[in-house]
């Protein structure tokens, strides 16, 4: 595959910002390489600066669920911007997407807009402690809920760990407010809950966690959050930004038939422009500037171009089937390769959730806690991506992230993508081996 255009952009891009890029993941540092320079996308394909052609399975890492330059939300933003891209007003669009949402979501009563899922799960967090008077949050290693300070924490050892940053520049003090625990384990989270007793403003959880492998957890583990959080006054925080939209239209709250006290959105509810929201009940909400005393806000939240986008995307999710669909094209295109690596002895598996996969070099059925997965396996995932590269498959730089189908990925395109799997894990089967 020819990068010479990529390459040298990633060069001049090194002169003007860290590492390179804009966003970490991005910069392809855990499968080596020069990162490709994209320059156009249409349905399921995307094409670099050097004009080659790839099936894109990471879906700028979810909001994509209709594929690039899909027809309804193009028009919807060029509509939009003919009256101009932002007031710092209340407008039309804010109400649209607003009350599409609000009337197809059985789990929320009233939503703020943000510009970022980020944004939209610190603001989750400041309302948490807000209502509760409360300083401290469980969070669970191996779930991400983006660069929020106190957020940014992981496991140590040991059962409760009260959280030291897994970033630079976040106050020690900060990470002390967040308890960390291992998911899918009820004795964690009740010793955690007596030791801190009248302190724990929520529990934050991905209850589809997939931002470090795709960490399915059971239903029981979800209610039994649902449960302890009610009898002990602590918010139970669903962050939706990658389940919400995608798990189905009501998200993983809808799938599990669990009621959250707060749900933040990201990602599909923009229609790819940048937005994040979070939600609750009219109660909870009530707290919030200006209705309350929890102060958020934002020059460019409820963006009209992205409230514009967002709306068509939801629309386009709502029309009768939608998520089925997307389900069994994912689940055909999964069975085909996994046949395949079983024929193989393959250690080998593919985790699914709705439209969202992810590979995990192993042959256990269920990985639930980011300790079960092993480290070693990565190595597996680097030569897999090189080798889909170099057969035109695009999969986001990082084994510990999962990919996207969307609603462009036609038959024939998973067909094909089906086949580039096949020979790139004969040839990673291969090469580790050997190595
Ligand atoms: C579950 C979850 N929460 C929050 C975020 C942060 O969203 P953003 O990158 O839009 O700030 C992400 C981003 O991937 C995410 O996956």
């Not at 540092?29 to 080659?52: E, H, M, Q, R």
């Not at 944004?119 to 807000?130: C, H, K, W």
């Not at 760990?161 to 976040?170: F, H, K, R, Y």
């Not at 955690?192 to 929520?202: E, H, L």
Request: aromatic share 10%.
């Amino acid at each position: 595959m020819i990068k010479v255009n990529s390459e040298k952009l990633f060069q001049k891009a090194h002169k003007l910002f860290p590492g390179g890029v804009n966003s970490p993941v991005r910069a392809f540092k855990s499968v080596g390489g020069t990162p490709l320079f994209i320059t156009k996308g249409d349905g399921c394909k995307i094409w670099d600066a050097d004009g080659n052609e790839f099936i894109d399975f990471c879906c700028s890492w979810g909001p994509l669920i209709l594929g690039h330059n899909n027809q309804p939300i193009r028009n919807a933003i060029v509509e939009a911007v003919d009256n101009g891209t932002t007031f710092g007003t209340p407008t039309v669009q804010e109400n649209t997407l607003g009350d599409l949402i609000l009337s197809n979501h059985r789990f929320i009563e009233r939503i703020r807009f943000v510009s970022s899922g980020t944004e939209a799960a610190m603001s989750a967090l400041r309302l948490a402690r807000g209502v509760t008077g409360r300083n401290k949050v469980i969070k669970f290693d191996g779930c991400y809920h983006g660069h929020v300070d106190a957020l940014l924490v992981k496991a140590g050892s040991g059962l409760a760990t009260l959280g030291t940053s897994t970033s630079a520049g976040v106050p020690a003090s900060f990470a002390q407010e967040t308890i960390v625990l291992p998911l899918n384990n009820k004795d964690a989270v009740r010793k955690a809950i007596s030791d801190y007793k009248n302190d724990i403003a929520c529990i934050a959880i991905e209850p589809i966690p997939a931002n470090n492998g795709l960490l399915i957890q059971g239903n029981e583990f979800l209610q039994f959050l649902r449960e302890i959080c009610t009898e002990n006054g602590i918010l139970l925080f669903f962050d939706e930004v990658i389940s919400g939209f995608r798990m189905g239209f009501e998200g993983a709250a809808g799938y599990y038939n669990i009621q959250p006290d707060l749900i933040a959105f990201g990602k599909i509810i923009g229609g790819g422009m940048p937005v994040g929201a979070y939600a609750s009940s009219e109660k909870v909400m009530n707290h919030v500037s200006p209705a309350g005393p929890v102060y958020q806000a934002g020059t460019l939240s409820g963006n009209p171009v992205a409230m514009a986008a967002g709306a068509a995307a939801l629309k386009e999710c709502l029309k009768p089937n939608f998520y089925s669909k997307l389900e069994a094209k994912t689940s055909q295109f999964i069975d085909s390769i996994l046949s395949f690596s079983k024929s193989k002895n393959y250690q080998f598996n593919i985790h699914q959730m709705g439209s969202i996969f992810w590979l995990a070099f192993s042959d256990k059925i269920a990985i639930r806690k980011s300790s079960e997965i092993d480290p070693e396996s990565m190595s597996y995932f680097t030569v897999l991506h090189r080798e889909l590269l170099n057969r035109g498959i695009y999969l986001g730089p990082s084994g510990f992230e999962v990919g996207f189908i969307s609603e462009a990925h036609t038959e024939k395109d998973l067909l094909k993508a089906a086949e580039a799997f096949k020979e790139a894990l004969d040839i990673t089967f291969k090469t580790v081996k050997k190595d």
